[in-house]
């Protein structure tokens, strides 16, 4: 599926399997129904037994790292602000870039990428806050603009 969401929340909740072997028809056990039909109890008893360990680890399944590295590289490529941020931003507490500038540079590279569906304002703050970057009004040339610390435009994007 596909995942435009960029909180924590939504990709906690991803476990990603990766099948890194496909069977063909000459492959093809077409006995595993009745295999697998003598081997009920001693499946029973394995999922129990995964159950009650799930039960005393106080309810955690410990994902392997495999599908944890899996999740990983999942979101990166489902990350519809990861070109953006690469190309066009930088990541510095050093750096303050007006709210108004950092939008209209990201609706600039939608436009220009020819994306139609950009990222709404709320899931786009929740993105920057995620990688540190903190939103307050700073004064600038005698007004208070609201601005985004930690977040700057490349030397080429920015007047700032």
């Known amino acids: 599926p596909i995942i435009t969401e960029t909180a924590d929340a939504i990709w906690d909740r991803v476990h990603l399997l990766r099948w890194n072997r496909q069977f063909d028809e000459a492959e093809r056990d077409i006995a595993l129904p009745d295999k697998l ?6 499946i029973l008893n394995w999922l129990i037994k ?3 360990r799930w039960q005393e680890s106080e309810r955690k399944i410990i994902r392997p790292n495999s599908v944890m590295q899996a999740g990983i590289e ?18 510095n507490a050093r750096f303050t ?5 950092i939008k209209e540079a990201y609706k600039d590279w939608c436009g220009y990428e020819n994306i139609k569906d950009m990222v709404s304002t709320r899931n786009f703050n929740d993105y920057l806050r995620e990688r540190g970057c903190v939103m ?5 040339d005698g007004k208070v603009a609201k601005c985004w610390v930690g977040i700057g435009l490349q030397e080429n994007e920015s007047d700032l």
Do not use: H, N
């Open 37 to 42: 039909r003598k081997e009920y109890s001693g």
């Open 50 to 52: 995964g159950c009650i």
């Open 74 to 91: 999942y979101r990166a490529e489902s990350d519809p602000l990861e070109d953006f941020m690469a190309t066009k931003c930088e990541l």
């Open 97 to 101: 870039t007006t709210v108004k500038t």
């Open 136 to 140: 307050k009004p700073i004064r600038l």
